[in-house]
């Protein structure tokens, strides 16, 4: 494992001073492959604070273009970029924003095959996706593949996020909300960015401490936000069992 | 008996299950999760799942948007 060059303890110079970290910390960083799942208001945030910190090889995924109305609170595009894949636009500015980092590019919604195929290969898969049955099928791809999964999501005011290792039997995504269709997006319920960023923001911290296997990841909790009300908790899942995923399998 | 359900405070003149509970509060429907005192309780259980006294009922909307 080399040492960092000096403009390497410079640019993490900050995040290097933490009692947590250090060099080694630091390479396993550079080591780990995450996938994040949808680029939007959740995705853009997270994408941004996970390549400044240095996580090696990042994962995007999302089938959209940027919108005008996308800009608000998905940080990562310009208004001339309206028309274009949001996975491009991410590539571009991450990289300038890191160029250490390597950053691939997956300009499709993934099926559940897909990702089983794809999942083997990462450290972490982060959910900032807009729909129910993508994040059911990425639940279900996480139980089977045994790879960390922390979802994240948020509609109006309220912001929920979820840390989950499905297969260890403490409860799924699917166990959580069993019949979920779907549910409204941001354009039908409406949302404030800071609200996303606020989710997107703890996702992206979890995701770094679990890389860097340092302080308490909730898996196996429901935390829930207010915005409005300005409240929050944490709920503990349980496994259902008639859970089709996590359970019945077994 | 007294109970909590979304911060509210209620009152059940005779035991009952939580599934009947949210049925009479035309809760019962598709994409929500119950906690009861910070436990989410899962959907094969909410028939049998008896209320207590002192039970702190939450329900959640299931939410998609990134």
Known sequence: MSELIPAQQLRYSAQLLLPEMDERQQQRLFASKVLIIGLGGLGSVVASYLAGAGVGQLLLADD???SLSNLPRQLLY??????LHKVDCAK??????NPEIAISTLPKRLTL???QVLLPEVDLVLDCTD???????INQACYTQQVPLISGAATGWQGQLLALKPWLGQGCYQCLYPDWQDSPSCLQSGILGPLVGMVACQQALLAL????NIGVIPFGHLRYFDGLQGTSGQLQLQQDPDCPVCALNE | MQIQFNQQPYTLSSPTTLAVFLASQQQLRAG?????N???IPRSHWDSQSLQEGDNIMLFTAIAGG
């Open chain 1, 64 to 66: 959209d273009r940027v």
């Open chain 1, 78 to 83: 310009s208004s001339a970029e309206v028309g």
């Open chain 1, 92 to 97: 571009a500015r991450l990289t300038a924003q």
């Open chain 1, 113 to 115: 095959a897909e990702l």
């Open chain 1, 131 to 137: 729909n129910a049955s993508s994040r059911l099928a």
């Open chain 1, 209 to 212: 401490q679990y890389l860097l």
């Open chain 2, 32 to 36: 929500i999760a119950v906690a009861i």
């Open chain 2, 38 to 40: 910070q436990q989410v």
